[in-house]
Nanobody, 125 residues
């Protein structure tokens, strides 16, 4: 069992930056993948980025490539999402998720059993 807790959300002006954190507990994430997803009001949950824990291979949605950076710190069992050049359309609740590699594609929410509670990101224009 893995417990995930996000932090770092908030209100920022367009063009600004935020750094989200996801702290994992319950077991080491070696052999796991961590993903970030977001959900805006009235919309489906969408993939943002993912990282494989052991080799730090990264994946990004086209909408965030070049602006967002996903990373992890093995020793801390924590993952991060650095978000730069934020746009109003990035406004959403952001969730981190994790599961053992091989359960499915990293961009599919159904591939993950473990989810955090979410953190709100609001970008004003």
């Amino acid at each position: 069992q893995v417990q995930l807790v996000e932090s770092g959300g908030g209100l920022v002006q367009a063009g600004g930056s935020l750094r989200l954190s996801c702290a994992a507990s319950g077991r080491t994430l070696s052999g796991y993948v961590m993903g970030w997803f977001r959900q805006a009001p009235g919309k489906e949950r969408e993939f943002v980025a993912a990282i494989t824990w052991s080799f730090a291979r990264t994946y990004y949605a086209d909408s965030v490539k070049g602006r967002f950076t996903i990373s992890r710190v093995n020793g801390e069992n924590s993952g991060y999402l650095q978000m730069n050049s934020l746009k109003p359309e990035d406004t959403a609740v952001y969730y981190c998720a994790s599961d053992i590699m091989g359960r499915g594609t990293a961009s599919n929410p159904a591939s993950y059993r473990y989810w955090g509670q979410g953190t709100q990101v609001t970008v004003s224009s």
